[in-house]
């Protein structure tokens, strides 16, 4: 693996994902990993983080609003808001850019087809309305954390959501849409082109990286990860967990333990 020790610390990026890569699914950051991280890692390189949840979602997992002041880059839900050094810079809006009438149509069809879905079992939330984005969770996103594992073996075998993703894409061929599997439990809906690789447009407009990197855990076609990883301006590394993560970036620094 090509190192990047001897570069500096402004002229190397690094940008994670959340759940799978900095922690463990829908699971809280370990503090061993966070102490690695902000004392080995920050030092060393500008780090932000590219996230499908939202920002309430953000601070649940990593920490709280401190995080605004470790990343220097802070992109929940793929990017469309855009957190700079602490600062909210900009935001953009779903409803605004399908409109009212297209977004009803949206949502009244999944929630039938959610209602003729036979399961193991349902919960509550079966859809989270973000600025950027629709998070569509077929067992309901108040699940319990056994119930969350449960579900994604089950759908590894039934395909519940991948099925559901050509259904949808086939009612609104006529609307410009894209769908991801993220995480264990429910598809992110969202503008062509408002995938993780759009927050890349706010890092490479006003500094000259030599070298951006990207981990993640879902970056194969259809994960929520994959635009970015592909991307040509990003050097990917698939991960499985934080301890991958790690791994990955003691080689890539030359660190030791």
Same mark, same amino acid.
């Given at each position: 693996?090509?190192?990047?020790?001897?570069?500096?610390?402004?002229? %190397?990026?690094?940008?994670?994902?959340?759940?799978?890569?900095?922690?463990?699914?829908?699971?809280?950051?370990?503090?061993?990993?966070?102490?690695?991280?902000?004392?080995?890692?920050?030092?060393?390189?500008?780090?932000?983080?590219? *996230?499908?949840?939202?920002l309430?979602?953000?601070?649940? $997992?990593?920490?709280?609003?401190?995080?605004?002041?470790?990343?220097?880059?802070?992109?929940?839900?793929?990017? #469309?808001?855009?957190?700079?050094?602490?600062?909210?810079?900009?935001?953009?809006? #779903?409803?605004?850019?399908?409109?009212?009438? +297209?977004?009803?149509?949206?949502?009244?069809?999944?929630?039938?087809?959610?209602?003729?879905?036979?399961?193991?079992?349902?919960?509550?939330?079966?859809?989270?309305?973000?600025? *950027?984005?629709?998070?569509?969770?077929? %067992?309901g996103?108040?699940?319990?954390?056994?119930?969350?594992?449960?579900?994604?073996?089950?759908?590894?075998?039934?395909?519940?959501?991948?099925?559901?993703?050509?259904?949808? $894409?086939?009612?609104?061929h006529?609307?410009?849409?894209?769908?991801?599997?993220?995480?264990?439990?429910?598809?992110?809906?969202?503008?062509?082109?408002?995938?993780?690789?759009?927050?890349?447009?706010?890092? +490479?407009?006003? +500094?000259?990286?030599?070298?951006?990197?990207?981990?993640?855990?879902?970056?194969?076609? *259809?994960?929520?990860?994959?635009?970015?990883?592909?991307?040509?301006?990003?050097?990917?590394?698939?991960?499985?967990?934080?301890?991958?993560t790690?791994k %990955?970036?003691?080689?890539?620094?030359?660190?030791?333990?």
């Open positions: 693996m090509t190192t990047t020790k001897n570069l500096a610390r402004n002229k %190397i990026l690094l940008l994670f994902d959340v759940d799978g890569t900095l922690t463990f699914p829908r699971a809280d950051i370990e503090p061993e990993f966070e102490e690695f991280f902000y004392s080995k890692i920050k030092p060393i390189a500008t780090i932000g983080i590219v *996230g499908g949840s939202d309430e979602k953000m601070f649940e $997992q990593l920490n709280g609003q401190r995080i605004l002041q470790h990343f220097d880059y802070v992109f929940p839900e793929n990017g #469309l808001v855009q957190i700079i050094k602490g600062t909210e810079v900009g935001k953009q809006c #779903l409803h605004r850019h399908l409109g009212e009438k +297209t977004l009803q149509r949206f949502i009244n069809f999944v929630l039938k087809y959610l209602s003729e879905l036979e399961l193991p079992f349902k919960r509550g939330t079966f859809i989270d309305f973000r600025n *950027g984005m629709l998070n569509v969770c077929p %067992i996103r108040q699940c319990t954390r056994e119930e969350r594992n449960f579900f994604a073996e089950y759908d590894s075998q039934h395909n519940i959501r991948s099925t559901m993703i050509k259904r949808l $894409q086939e009612e609104f006529d609307i410009d849409l894209t769908y991801s599997i993220g995480g264990q439990i429910s598809i992110d809906v969202f503008p062509r082109g408002w995938d993780k690789s759009y927050a890349l447009q706010f890092v +490479t407009n006003d +500094t000259e990286f030599s070298e951006i990197h990207f981990f993640g855990d879902k970056t194969e076609p *259809g994960g929520n990860d994959h635009e970015i990883f592909i991307d040509p301006r990003t050097i990917g590394h698939k991960v499985s967990n934080p301890h991958d790690k %990955i970036l003691m080689e890539l620094f030359q660190l030791t333990e």
